[in-house]
């Protein structure tokens, strides 16, 4: 496989369930990005691992937990979720100095009932 | 802080038309990069140009060119000779290496729709 691969593309879930995104690159890249896509708004940084460590964490609410247990794969836990979270959630990766900047995954779109 | 402004929330155009959708950016860094992307009804993100400050040539990518003003921060995106599989949300996005590491910061966007 090449490029950003997230499962699952859809994923509907109560309020008190746990549940986990996937994201996998193959692009040797050494930057992974999740990113939120509400309806009418922009695009919103949620957290950015370089070299697997964590650099950035946008106040995103504790019932969002990201780990990336090596460079080519980044998990997005989520448990005790609530309606307002429904969204698109965005999977990225990228290298340093390249000019092409992130490579997209095609997102889960999550419901959260 | 960076920030990009896309002022059209939606464009129509006429199938084998030209348009200019546009973005303003705002930013104190001297050396910066501005991409565009198209994100189909699919989802995915399509990186489609992309423009460095410094350089002095308009960035074209076969059907898309990029208008670059520097002096007045804009980074407007022309799509020449539309076809109906450009009707898509466009955004307009910014590299952002505050902090040390590469991250983009997007516009809100301009949704496309190619008329026949």
């Known amino acids: 496989e090449t490029g950003v691969t997230q499962t699952p593309r859809h994923l509907v879930m109560g309020m008190t369930n746990k549940k986990s995104l996937k994201c996998e690159q193959h692009l040797g890249h050494n930057a992974m990005y999740w990113y939120k896509q509400s309806a009418k708004k922009p695009l919103e940084l949620m957290f950015v691992y370089n070299f697997k460590e964590q650099t950035e964490n946008n106040s995103v609410p504790s019932r969002f937990s990201p780990e990336c247990p090596n460079s080519s794969h980044l998990f997005l836990h989520l448990h005790t979720l609530q309606p307002e979270d429904s969204a698109l959630y965005l999977c990225?990766?990228?290298?340093?100095?390249?000019?092409?900047?992130?490579?997209f995954g095609s997102g889960t779109r999550l419901t959260v009932v | 802080a960076q920030k990009i402004t896309q002022t059209q929330p939606g464009m129509f155009v006429q199938e084998k038309e030209a348009v200019t959708l546009d973005c303003t950016y705002d930013t104190s860094d001297q050396s910066y990069g501005l991409f565009w992307y198209k994100q189909p009804s699919s989802g995915e993100m399509i990186f489609l140009i992309y423009?460095?400050?410094?350089?002095?040539q308009n960035a074209t990518e076969g059907r898309y060119s990029l208008n670059f003003q520097k002096a007045r921060k804009s980074a407007n995106l022309v799509i020449s000779a539309s076809q109906l599989g450009d009707s898509a949300m466009y955004f307009c996005a910014m590299r952002d290496l505050s902090g040390g590491y590469n991250k983009l910061i997007f516009g809100a966007g301009t949704r496309l729709a190619v008329h026949p």
């Open positions: 990225a990766s990228s290298q340093d100095g390249d000019n092409y900047g992130y490579t």
């Open positions: 423009q460095g400050s410094y350089d002095e």
